[in-house]
């Protein structure tokens, strides 16, 4: 069984196409941590639910952050095998379900990447948005001595030994970061992985609101793993 974490803000748009193309594939368990949506998310997520039994939801009443959504949802996943996809259909399920299979392969940590050779970006993001994705990467490799081209992609699978070892705090957009860090602490093998991925208008990063949360976060996990 594969548990998968979709976080989701404001998605009604997507969410429910998401879920559609999820319920082809066989023994995936999907928890969508609903996180202070004003726009009828989480009824379409409801809806989707009476039908389909391997779908729930878990509803924040205030906007906690992706970290603390994709922790919450975690709390209720029953796989072996777990991870999350954005909830703004930017990654297709067939690319998650890739980067789940790599770790049948062998790997703890499977992260789906935008920036390999073998990457395909249909719809890139705005110039601005790819200069600040570019000096956070910079900026995380730096402190975090972490050989990982994209931190920050939200496709990512892992074993459930992976999440109940170290202590993910971050309730931000860092907390890839700083779940990458803290297996690479681990000893845990990381690799990343190709994927398909399309820019969306809706994308609910405000990078000037971020920067400093981030920053922040990234500082206190590099202190953290160098203990």
């Given at each position: ?5 979709i ?16 319920s082809?594939?066989a ?11 004003t726009?009828?998310?989480?009824d ?8 389909n ?6 509803s ?6 992706k970290g ?38 062998g790997?703890d ?5 935008r ?35 994209d ?5 990512k ?5 992976v999440?109940?070892a170290?202590?993910?705090?971050c ?5 890839d ?11 845990f ?10 820019d ?6 405000n ?7 981030m ?13």
């Amino acid at each position: 069984m594969i548990s998968i974490v979709i976080p989701a803000h404001n998605e009604a748009d997507e969410i429910g196409g998401l879920l559609e193309a999820f319920s082809a594939f066989a023994g995936v368990e999907l928890i969508v941590a609903e996180d202070a949506s004003t726009d009828g998310t989480p009824d379409i997520v409801r809806e989707f639910a009476l039908r389909n039994d391997n779908v729930m939801l878990t509803s924040s009443h205030t906007l906690a952050g992706k970290g603390a959504a994709v922790r919450r949802g975690l709390a209720l996943a029953t796989g072996d095998v777990l991870g999350f996809i954005d909830g703004d259909g930017s990654i297709h399920p067939r690319d998650f379900m890739r980067v789940a299979a790599a770790i049948n392969d062998g790997a703890d940590l499977a992260v789906g990447s935008r920036a390999l050779p073998t990457s395909i970006i249909v719809r890139p993001q705005p110039l601005s948005r790819r200069v600040s994705g570019a000096i956070y990467g910079l900026l995380a490799r730096a402190l975090l001595d972490i050989d990982i081209r994209d931190f920050q992609c939200g496709c990512k699978a892992f074993r459930r030994g992976v999440w109940t070892a170290p202590s993910v705090a971050c309730e931000g957009f860092a907390f890839d970061a700083e779940l990458i860090a803290k297996a690479h602490k681990q000893g845990f093998t990381i690799v990343e992985v190709p994927i398909t991925w399309s820019d969306k208008s809706n994308s609910k990063v405000n990078v000037a609101r971020q920067t400093l949360p981030m920053f922040k976060c990234l500082l206190k996990t590099r202190a953290e793993i160098r203990r």
